[in-house]
């Protein structure tokens, strides 16, 4: 049975022969809460974080005693300790905090560094000479070419880098880099204009001899060396001075294509507003403007006798079920069942319930459900007409009964209090005439 309010003794009644919760392993802790280990035989208490065992100081300290450098004084069973300073080795580091302390010069011995201690690092003639400094003049610097570390090497800047470079010995200039990208990017492809595909026989040359990568556009169709060649499909160059007569030697794109199928990439028609309705065409596309046309209205949503038009979800939202039409249904709240009013709403089994039980309460009895995880008192109506009920009050998952404050107020109406907030609908209230 749970104790759900506090429990007033007026400051005379006792609680006598009363024996602490024992446990044979500490719970989690509660502030405020006592606990007695069976396993120690110790009463515990819990201060929010931990749980904290009672004992007397004597049976946490036995004896305290001082030392060089500390005195210990011991009055009304309470031991002071003081740090003692002689103004030698330790000394208070301000007058005004004798609490705090430093070390005097006195106090502490010298230690010496050994000899290996610290590590010298000598630049040898193997790494950077006055030699290789000189040579800087020279279009060098002075670096290292290879992996790791080692002697370093006299490295060259180039400044041209048209011929073929082989190995990692040199660096080379921002100049040279861009005249080199510059001679590369120049011998790429670019547009060369139309091609008539049905008079030529042979592939097309650039101006000037053709670039790998020039291109051409098909104005005309036409077959050329076998290759049949559609009006906007591209010929591309894939080497430089591209074959004529080799097919091999070129690249082709194809941009005029077949009808598309569920398997074939290809080109589509649209459909017409009357293909979209009916929708049976397997071979054209849907637009936009043939899915707004098969939209039904909200007008033909309330119908419902449109049968060539497909229901978004706002109109169906608004289509509400009557006794002669299908639809959408809100659901009453527990106020519009209980008034009976409203015809236009569901009633749910679980607010039939609260109806029904409340309809009984009429006849001697009242139950309802309490708790919102806020407040600590509520008024339960009854309407029993009387004073003399009886109160009880019961936890809905655990079946406990809750011991409460419980005043009858009205003859129509109770007052129950807690000590702490249930959650909502936590308890049930049941009230008997």
């Not at 069973?77 to 080795?89: E, P, Q």
């Not at 080379?172 to 008539?196: C, R």
Request: charged share 15%.
């Amino acid at each position: 049975m749970k104790q759900g309010s506090h429990i007033d003794f007026g400051k005379t009644a006792q609680i006598i022969n009363v024996k602490l919760h024992q446990v044979s392993s500490l719970p989690a802790v509660w502030e405020g809460g006592f606990l007695y280990l069976t396993t120690d035989k110790t009463v515990y208490y819990g201060d929010g974080t931990a749980w904290i065992p009672v004992k007397s100081i004597a049976g946490l300290i036995s004896s305290v005693t001082g030392g060089v450098g500390i005195t210990v004084q011991v009055t009304n069973g309470v031991a002071k300790v003081t740090l003692v300073t002689d103004g030698t080795t330790l000394e208070p580091a301000s007058a005004s905090d004798g609490a705090a302390v430093r070390i005097m010069a006195g106090g502490v011995g010298t230690t010496q560094l050994a000899d290996n201690s610290v590590t010298t690092i000598k630049v040898t003639d193997k790494n950077i000479t006055f030699n290789k400094i000189q040579d800087i003049p020279t279009m060098t610097v002075v670096g290292r070419i290879a992996a790791g570390s080692g002697v370093s090497s006299a490295i060259t800047i180039l400044t041209d880098l048209s011929g073929i470079i082989s190995a990692h010995d040199s660096l080379v200039s921002a100049k040279a880099v861009k005249d080199y990208v510059a001679s590369v990017v120049g011998g790429l492809g670019t547009l060369e204009g139309a091609f008539d595909a049905n008079a030529a026989t042979n592939f097309p040359v650039g101006a000037g001899g053709t670039k790998k990568g020039a291109y051409w556009y098909v104005n005309v169709a036409g077959t050329v060396q076998g290759v049949a060649l559609n009006i906007g499909d591209v010929l591309i160059a894939n080497k430089v001075n591209a074959s004529t007569t080799s097919a091999a030697d070129w690249i082709f794109l194809e941009t005029n294509r077949d009808q598309a199928t569920t398997t074939t990439l290809g080109v589509i028609a649209l459909s017409t507003q009357a293909e979209a309705r009916a929708m049976s065409s397997t071979t054209k596309a849907l637009t936009p403007s043939n899915l707004n046309d098969v939209r039904a209205t909200n007008a033909e949503t309330q119908t419902g006798t449109a049968t060539d038009r497909f229901v978004t979800p706002a109109s169906l939202s608004s289509r509400l079920a009557t006794e002669t039409n299908t639809g959408l249904i809100e659901i009453a709240t527990q106020a519009e069942v209980n008034a009976g009013t409203d015809d236009t709403r569901a009633v749910t089994a679980a607010k039939l319930k609260v109806y029904t039980e409340g309809l009984l309460g009429s006849f001697g009895r009242f139950v309802a459900d309490i708790g919102n995880g806020s407040a600590t008192t509520f008024t339960v109506t009854h309407n029993l007409g009387t004073k003399n009920v009886h109160v009880e009050i019961w936890d809905n998952a655990t079946w406990q009964t809750i011991l409460c404050d419980v005043a009858r107020t009205t003859t129509s109406a109770i007052s129950v209090s807690f000590a702490a907030a249930p959650t909502s609908n936590e308890y049930k209230v049941f009230i008997m005439k």
